[in-house]
Antibody, heavy 117, light 110 residues
Framework: EVQLVESGGGLVQPGGSLRLSCAASGFTFSSYWMHWVRQAPGKGLVWVSR????????SYADSVKGRFTISRDNAKNTLYLQMNSLRAEDTAVYFC??????????WGQGTLVTVSS | QSALTQPASVSGSPGQSITISCTGT?????????VSWYQQHPGKAPKLMIY???NRPSGVSNRFSGSKSGNTASLTISGLQAEDEADYYC??????????FGGGTKLTVL
């Protein structure tokens, strides 16, 4: 069974940093692209970033480019999102997802990031 | 990258069919056969319902179907059931090698 479990969310002050993790199991993690998608409270889904299977190719939404970094450790079956220079508008539930083609095929349950002073 | 355009809400009675549209541009929906649809119930993670315009993942009911014409993709749900009431989102691959979502559509089953 595919499982994706996010962690690392919490309360952080504006300008601060946070690193999210996504522990994967039930599939060959090193074979799949992975995504991060976020959802602000009461709002819609917003794509954040994706990374290819070996970590050599990444892409980002314009709203996070230069502030967020996606990475992965295939030996640990873990996906990461390093978030720097956080803003109030980054407050959201962050989901990791396993890709299939360009879709987000399997999703984790999400971790809440709150940016507030 | 602007979000894809979806109607804010649609509704239908049990047993009826409804269609949700998703309008983009030639740089996303119109340029690739990489449109996906997701269902999200309140407080839950999204679930993939359609990928690559019209393909259903294993386990998804054949009451759900997808199509595309030009810059507009559509999700059709036939034989509406109470459990179909949820938010639905489309997404598309883009020329920037990114992904963009629609704003979401709330489906109400009357």
């Amino acid at each position: 069974e595919v499982q994706l479990v996010e962690s690392g969310g919490g309360l952080v002050q504006p300008g601060g940093s946070l690193r999210l993790s996504c522990a994967a199991s039930g599939f060959t993690f090193s074979s799949y692209w992975m995504h991060w998608v976020r959802q602000a409270p009461g709002k819609g889904l917003v794509w954040v970033s994706r990374i290819n299977s070996d970590g050599s190719t990444t892409s980002y939404a314009d709203s996070v480019k230069g502030r967020f970094t996606i990475s992965r450790d295939n030996a640990k079956n873990t996906l990461y999102l390093q978030m720097n220079s956080l803003r109030a508008e980054d407050t959201a539930v962050y989901f990791c997802a396993r890709a299939s083609s360009t879709s987000c095929y399997y999703w984790g349950q999400g971790t809440l990031v709150t940016v507030s002073s | 990258q602007s979000a894809l355009t979806q109607p804010a809400s649609v509704s239908g009675s049990p047993g009826q069919s409804i269609t949700i549209s998703c309008t983009g541009t030639s740089s996303d929906v119109g340029g690739y056969n990489y449109v996906s649809w997701y269902q999200q119930h309140p407080g839950k993670a999204p679930k993939l319902m359609i990928y690559d315009v019209s393909n259903r993942p294993s386990g998804v009911s054949n009451r759900f179907s997808g199509s595309k014409s030009g810059n507009t993709a559509s999700l059709t749900i036939s034989g509406l059931q109470a459990e179909d009431e949820a938010d639905y989102y489309c997404s598309s691959y883009t020329t920037s090698s990114n992904v963009v979502f629609g704003g979401g559509t709330k489906l109400t089953v009357l």
